[in-house]
């Protein structure tokens, strides 16, 4: 039998009835609260705005279900299928969604920030301006989610001793041998070469990439050097010398860090 607490926290209604608990659940903003909903099926449920704070849904199959805007602040989500579920704007902080199935789901501007994703799996999920911030991500598979935009700052994506690291999506550039790249400097296009010692880093958040050290090779304009002045003084880049940042940050969550930012094609750095 399922608990169903709503609107009114002393009124309970019990039904063992699929049918009517995905009527109940259905209503305009639904308050289910701290609802006792384990291994519940409401697949392809309309729960746009509804609250469903701390309340537990193990197991629970919400499948293709619209959740978008829902207060799932720390819910347990633990290994519930939301394969393609409508996330998009949820808050889903705190919220235990280990082992659960997410694949395909849109949680676009989902805000994640401290939730348990460990063992879940994300592959194909649009994450598309989430907030990541502090989540534990330790063997999540991401392979081919979309993290455009995303914010992954502390969160865990390495692995312990008894559980592998996340599968990340492809989004690395070539660790080994010389790379060519360009950048704006100053408001001027340059093309560089990463050398082929110098440690480089792609984002997973965006397109840009940071090198640790860069040769410049051509300069806009016939010129013969750019120089860009900020808080830590004057870095030069000119024709045929290498140039080095004050530091250099090789941690791929965060696309505004330490290190000489560049980009793989010409086009996208003439268009930042």
């Known amino acids: ?4 607490r709503r609107w009114n926290p002393a009124e309970v209604i019990a039904t063992s009835d699929e049918k009517t608990l995905k009527a109940l659940a259905e209503e305009s903003k ?3 609260g701290g609802a ?3 291994r519940a099926t ?4 309309t729960l746009r705005g509804a609250t469903l704070r701390r309340a537990d849904l193990t197991g629970a199959d919400l499948a293709g279900a619209h959740l978008g805007g829902a207060d799932l602040t720390g819910a347990d989500l633990y290994e519930a299928d939301l394969r393609g579920a409508d996330l998009r704007g949820a808050d889903l902080g705190g919220a235990d969604l280990g082992g659960a ?6 949680l676009g501007g989902a805000d994640l920030r401290g939730a348990d994703l460990g063992g879940a799996d994300l592959g194909g999920a649009d994450l598309r301006g989430a907030d990541l911030t502090g989540a534990d991500l330790t063997g999540a598979d991401l392979t081919g989610a979309d993290l455009t ?3 992954l700052r502390g969160a865990d994506l390495g692995g312990t ?3 592998p690291p996340a599968t990340l999506p492809h989004f690395q550039i070539p660790q080994e041998g010389t790379l060519i790249v360009w950048g704006k400097k100053a408001g001027v296009l340059c093309q560089f070469e990463i050398p082929a010692a110098a440690k480089r880093t792609a984002c997973l958040v965006n397109r840009k990439c940071r090198a640790a050290a860069v040769k410049t090779l051509w300069i806009d304009g016939d010129q013969t050097e750019v120089i860009v002045k900020n808080a830590y003084g004057e870095t030069v880049y000119r024709i045929g010398d290498i140039t080095t940042p004050h530091d250099y940050c090789d941690d791929p969550r965060i696309d505004c ?3 000489i930012h560049v980009w793989l094609t010409r086009a996208e750095a003439e268009a930042w």
Request: proline share 3%; aromatic share 0%; net charge neutral.
């Open 1 to 4: 039998m399922k608990i169903v």
């Open 30 to 32: 639904a308050d289910l």
């Open 36 to 38: 006792d909903l384990r």
């Open 42 to 45: 409401l697949r392809r449920a």
């Open 101 to 106: 199935d997410l694949g395909g789901a849109h």
């Open 149 to 151: 935009g995303a914010h």
């Open 161 to 163: 001793e008894n559980t």
């Open 257 to 259: 860090a330490p290190g």
